[in-house]
Structures are given as structure tokens and as C-alpha cells.
């Protein structure tokens, strides 16, 4: 029986839509259903892999309207990807096409929040609080972060400042516009950028 989803907000429905646009691509086929982790014989994954997810699992919760917004689609979504790259090993099939497919997702779902967060409270009035000498700073540390680190920058302004992030239709690189950050999000990312970098730095020396 075929579910009825005019109900749904229209921030669910564009998460919906997201969500049938990554299941329909060949690549996501092992991710369309729970792990059969018996009829594979792969008696270890319940216990590495504490909250199983996948996208068929999703679709069916936004259609039942067990999630709240798209934060809360999100979070599973990413799950799919986070579990996919626990349990398998680091350039293997299945781990690659993980991190490729959590790749799109994050290029694309940004749109979604920033779409449905520009009418929000996140608007106009908390833009200008940060300086533009933080701005400049945080700009500086950015490029000196690693690609897996500047993905949990991704996600922080995307939980906290979705605004500021623009995915242009056609690009396939996501911008991050720093004037549209606020104050105290910007100053938790300039703590990250230099805890990150400080670590970094330490391990060069060890080496030596």
C-alpha cells in the first residue's frame, strides 16, 4: 500500500527526495536494506555494530513521521555511512563507496537546511556578530586542516550555522561563506582548526 506523504513539511519532503535520489544510484544497493549479517556470515557485526541503519530504514521513518526535521534524518543517514566504515576495512569496496556516497550527501543536504534555516531565528540577526579579524583567522586554519577534519567543520556549521554553507546547483564543491557564520560557532570552529593543527604539529615533531 503506497504511503501518503503530502502531510509531510516540506522540509521532510526535500530530505525524502534527497533520500530517493541517493537510493536510485546502483552504487547505494548494499545500503537499501538492513545487514543480513547471518545470511552472510558475519556473526561479529551485531557486536561491533550497536545501532544498525539503512536507507530503506529511513525512508520509512520519514514517511511514518518519526522524524522531527531534517537534523534528525540526517543523523541516521549518517549513521548508514559511519557503520559501513566501522565494520569494513579502509579501501574496500563497501568502505569506499561509503565515504563516496557521504560525499554527495554533504554536498547536497546543506541546501535543505540552509533553504528551511534562512526564515528561521538563524537569520538576519546573528550574522554580523562575528569580527572580521576572526573571520580572517579562521579562513587561515581552514586550509590547513586535513579533508576528514574539514568534514566535521562541515558538519559543526551545519548543525549550527547551516546558513552559511552554499551548495550552488551544478557545483560539486561546497562553499563555505564565513561572513554568514555566527559569533560563537565561529569561535568553536577556530578552537577546533587549532586543536587540530596543534596535534598535527606535535606528531611531526614525535616522528623526527
Do not use: H
Not at 63 to 68: G, I
Request: proline share 4%; hydrophobic share 30%; net charge negative.
Amino acid at each position: 500500500m503506497a504511503t501518503n506523504t503530502n502531510d509531510l513539511s516540506d522540509e521532510l519532503k526535500e530530505c525524502l527526495n534527497l533520500l530517493k535520489e541517493i537510493m536510485s544510484r546502483n552504487e547505494a544497493e548494499p545500503f537499501l536494506q538492513p545487514v543480513d549479517w547471518e545470511a552472510l556470515n558475519l556473526p561479529d557485526y551485531p557486536l561491533i555494530i550497536k545501532n544498525p541503519m539503512d536507507l530503506g530504514t529511513i525512508k520509512s521513518n520519514i514517511e511514518c513521521k518519526k522524524y522531527d526535521d531534517a537534523y534528525d534524518f540526517a543523523e541516521d543517514v549518517r549513521l548508514v555511512w559511519k557503520n559501513a566504515k566501522t565494520y569494513n576495512t579502509p579501501g574496500s569496496p563497501i568502505y569506499n563507496t561509503a565515504e563516496s556516497l557521504s560525499g554527495l550527501f554533504e554536498r547536497k543536504f546543506p541546501t535543505i537546511r540552509k533553504k528551511f534555516s534562512a526564515r528561521s531565528k538563524y537569520g538576519q540577526q546573528q550574522i554580523n556578530e562575528s569580527s572580521q579579524e576572526d573571520r580572517m583567522k579562521f579562513a587561515k586554519l581552514i586550509k590547513q586542516i586535513t579533508s576528514d577534519q574539514l568534514g566535521q567543520v562541515v558538519e559543526i556549521i551545519d548543525k549550527k550555522s547551516p546558513q552559511a554553507l552554499n551548495d550552488s546547483e551544478g557545483e560539486e564543491d561546497l562553499e563555505i561563506e564565513v561572513y554568514f557564520i555566527n559569533n560563537d560557532t565561529l569561535q568553536e570552529l577556530i578552537g577546533f582548526c587549532e586543536k587540530c593543527i596543534k596535534k598535527a604539529n606535535k606528531t611531526k615533531k614525535t616522528k623526527k
